[in-house]
């Protein structure tokens, strides 16, 4: 290993390939607030995808679907469902992070190639890691325009009105029992991602299934990747049934900041956003557990925000329904009042309400 590690400044995008990107964009801006930015597809001469680019804060996701039915894209879809496909990370340098990714390792996808318009330039280059998912490099320090050259920049979409999220906090990926530890040394051999934490089946677990994570995370803590992979319950794990149904390996869920969960949640269920139900008996033992907090108990309860203490804080989280009907990928929402970690006490919790969902699906 004799090249310095990919540099990298943060995420640039997260990349989902759907069956329908016309309507998810439509679904990610009545209900969660994205604003649309960015369009690229047959009316701007792409002539085998639509890809629509949402943001809200600092958050970019791009939604693409196949035109043709002999797409990539199609077929991924046909395999996958909705699912990630890239979680882009921004660099100074493409070519030099690919490079450095690729020496260190790296199964090289793209080789760096430079896209240009009236805007500038962005160079960009990819490798590949679980299941069919990649990891893009980034470089638009040229380039002043909506995304990417090719793209038409969207002003003032009419229909999206913010419900408060800010940034990405981390992204999770479920890998195959066995392959947690071989997808950390990874990112920690070509990345230079550091280990944060480890929770083990004794941490996180009920009577009926188990799951184990390591969480990654770049030196600067702009990027944290938490890697699942099942244990041995007495039934089907959630890890499991997403791996079945995703057709292998993916990302599980994206968590997304922001710094006022209670009018950001009450905003997404005043527009049908479905969450997992929290049992009962949370908040009986919640205040105990955790102490003072600066929100209402009230509003918390109401609306089923889930809150965990660590040493340096803590933080509210809360955990949508998957998005799709596969059970697979759905997002966290998340506040941080210090806490740096991901909610291990709120686990056997939110384990309790997913394994309830499982055995309404027939999975348990
Ligand atoms: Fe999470």
């Known amino acids: ?6 540099a990298i400044d943060g995420y640039d995008a997260i990349e989902f390939w759907v069956g329908n990107a016309k309507q998810a964009a439509h679904h990610y801006r009545s209900a969660f607030g994205f604003a649309l930015t960015a369009y690229a597809g047959p009316e701007t001469g792409v002539g085998d995808r639509a890809s629509y680019v949402i943001e809200q804060g600092d958050i970019r ?24 496909r890239d979680v882009a990370f921004r660099v100074p340098e493409a070519a030099a992070a690919f490079d450095a990714a690729v020496s260190r390792g790296a199964n090289p996808l793209h080789p760096p190639r430079s896209l240009h318009d009236d805007d500038g330039a962005v160079v960009s280059a990819a490798i590949s890691v ?46 195959e029992l066995g392959r947690m530890e071989e997808w950390a040394r990874f990112y920690e051999r070509i990345l230079a991602f550091r280990p944060l934490r480890h929770f083990d089946d004794e941490d996180v677990s009920t009577a009926d299934t188990a799951l184990m994570s390591k969480v990654l995370g770049d030196a600067a803590g702009r990027i944290k990747m938490p890697i699942n992979e099942p244990a041995a319950g007495r039934k089907r794990s959630q890890i499991e049934e997403f791996l079945d149904a995703n057709g292998g390996p993916g990302i599980q869920h994206v968590a997304l900041e922001t710094p006022d969960i209670v009018t950001t949640v009450r905003s997404l269920r005043e527009r049908g956003v479905g969450f997992l139900a929290v049992p009962s008996e949370y908040y009986a033992e919640a205040e105990d557990r955790v ?9 918390l309860r109401d609306l089923g925000i889930l809150v965990d203490r660590d040493d340096e804080g803590y933080l509210l989280q ?16 998340i506040q941080r009042h210090g806490a740096t970690g991901f ?7 939110l384990f309790e309400a997913i394994e309830r969902a499982q055995q309404r699906r027939g999975n348990l």
């Open 61 to 84: 996701f791009v939604l693409t679907s196949g035109v043709r039915p002999d797409s990539q894209i199609v077929a991924h879809h046909a395999r996958h469902g909705d699912a990630v």
């Open 343 to 349: 909610g291990l006490g709120n686990f056997r919790a």
């Open 1 to 6: 290993m004799d090249e310095s590690p990919p």
């Open 318 to 333: 809360i955990f949508t329904e998957p998005l799709q009907d596969r059970p697979t990928m759905f997002y966290e929402i």
């Open 291 to 299: 102490g003072h907090v600066e929100e209402s108990w009230g509003d």
């Open 130 to 175: 679980f299941g069919d998912t990649i990891h893009s490099f980034v470089e638009r320090t040229a380039y002043r325009g909506a995304y990417l050259p090719g793209y038409v920049s969207i002003e003032d979409d009419p229909i999206a009105h913010p419900v408060g999220l800010r940034s990405l906090d981390h992204v999770v990926a479920n890998v």
